[in-house]
């Protein structure tokens, strides 16, 4: 499968540091892509991650805080839950060295399979 492939208007959705409190933009962006994610009937991988700030062990759990919210929200939109998985990815994949770099880091990717 093509591992960068966006669907519904939607690559991630952000989150504030040590927040895995859904944003108002966040909400509105899965408003509005959750129509498009039901008629997709396809698994999507809600992959969290974490900026490079805080011990591995804490951002695993804040990730997986994180891709649960992005999961419920959706749940309660009507998107089917077992065509979501959560993958906690932590700060494994984090690469920001500025507030601005780690402020792309702090988010939930969709990927599709």
């Known amino acids: 499968y093509d591992n960068d492939e ?29 129509d498009c994610i039901k008629e997709q009937n396809r698994e999507v991988i809600l992959e969290a991650h974490a900026d490079n700030v805080g011990t591995e062990e804490y951002n695993i759990l804040l990730t997986d805080k994180r891709g649960q919210s992005v999961r419920q929200f959706l749940t309660t939109l009507g998107v089917q839950e077992d065509y ?8 494994l994949e984090a690469s920001g060295m500025s507030e601005s770099e ?5 988010r939930v990717q969709f990927i599709w399979q």
């Open 102 to 106: 780690r402020a792309k880091d702090r």
């Open 6 to 34: 966006v669907l519904c208007g939607l690559e991630a959705v952000y989150f504030a540091f040590d927040s895995p409190k859904l944003s108002p933009a966040a909400q509105e962006a899965l408003n509005n892509a959750a």
């Open 84 to 91: 979501m998985q959560v993958v906690s990815k932590g700060s």
